[in-house]
């Protein structure tokens, strides 16, 4: 999670092949709910992009 303000990011990452359903995620967003939420790994966003980009890209700004 990150968290600028009032402003709620869910960061979930995976290793390997992810899951058709996450669980995890499903409840955090559900009980958070969050303004946007980031899946880092194989079947989504790579971990290198993700770690190369300013923390404004996971705010959404």
């Known amino acids: 999670m990150l968290r600028a303000g009032r402003k709620i990011v869910a960061i979930e990452v995976k290793s390997g092949r992810a899951p058709v359903a996450h669980r ?7 009980t958070f709910h969050p303004e946007r ?12 992009e ?5 923390v404004e890209y996971c705010l959404g700004r």
């Open 24 to 30: 995890g995620l499903a409840l955090f967003v559900e």
């Open 50 to 54: 993700f770690l190369s980009r300013p």
């Open 37 to 48: 939420t980031l899946l880092v790994g194989d079947d989504a966003i790579p971990l290198e």
